[in-house]
């Protein structure tokens, strides 16, 4: 099954499609102030913890019409989640604008809101258009494979020359003589991927990333995803100088340790855009939906983290 949307143009028309798996319209915890959060369907991670499941695929194999969404008759496919375009669903936002007004504004969460990037840059620019705040709520893993954004590799000779080949930001805007240097900044400048996420960026007011774990081999075994993926995208967020706000979820036994939410809170640190890190207690409410769903959870016998543990590791994250 596919976990990633091509976000399809309306017949006719440049707009494009994305698939909504729920909308809330008075949140009080995805930024700052009162926000509609937008909640988009398909994410290419599968954490051990998610409370969410219900949002990771965007189509499922359905030959009897019985699953939700919107069926290909061609496949036999269902797209999951409702089909908005931009233009739509700021029609929808708007009538909350004034409940906006001390700071407030839309969050973008899912799911994976980098799945749908094109969707997300159109809705920002319209939201931004009337005024209204934009906030991104990501894991900062992107579906494309990490070459995909920056086909220079980061240990690439050229950084002896102080060429920031992890990122390509700081000579993005510096004259520079005709060299090897400058083709490395024109491959990562003309990535159709990069630019995509440089687009979005730059609609972006507010970046609220979960940094989930804080090595690669924890990542992969307890997401599927990749830090390194997540140290780029946060790369892109610091050019952008889009101000960030870092989550983590504390599980017992995996993420609890002292020692984990320094090592977690000194990667955010290390983000000059950072104002703030939060700890959210690990909890089980999500367990009737791996059940409806007939699938598994991983963290099913692991205990609740507790208020207590929260506020004892809280020290440890201040900004």
Known sequence: MNNLIDNNKTENTDHTIGYVHSLQSMGAVDGPGI?????????????MYCHNPDTWLVEVHDTDGAAPGVRDNSSCMKRLGTPYTAEELVKKILRYKPYFANGGGVTVSGGEPLVQAEFVTELFTLLHENGVHTCLDTSG?????????????????????KIDVSTGTS????????????????????SPSHEKYDRLLS???????????????????????????????????TKHSVPLWVRHVVVPGYTDSVEEVEAMAD???????????????????????????GIPFRCADIPECSKET??????????
């Open 171 to 190: 000579l993005l805007n510096t004259p520079l003589a005709t060299s090897a240097a400058d083709k490395i900044i024109e491959i990562r400048k003309s």
């Open 267 to 293: 990667i955010a640190r290390s983000y000059p855009t950072l104002e703030k890190i939060e700890l959210l207690p690990f909890h089980k409410l999500c367990i009737p939906k791996y059940e409806a769903l």
């Open 203 to 237: 609609v972006t007011d507010l970046v609220i990333c979960d940094i989930k774990f804080t090595t690669e081999k924890d990542y992969r075994e307890c997401t599927g995803g990749s830090l390194k993926k997540v140290q780029y995208f946060l790369d892109m967020v």
């Open 310 to 319: 929260i506020e004892k590791l809280n020290p440890l994250v201040r900004v």
């Open 141 to 161: 893993n992107f579906p494309e494979d990490i070459t995909e954004l920056d086909p220079i590799p980061a240990d690439h000779d050229d950084t002896a020359n």
């Open 35 to 47: 926000r509609f959060c937008v909640f988009l369907q398909g994410c290419p991670l599968r954490c």
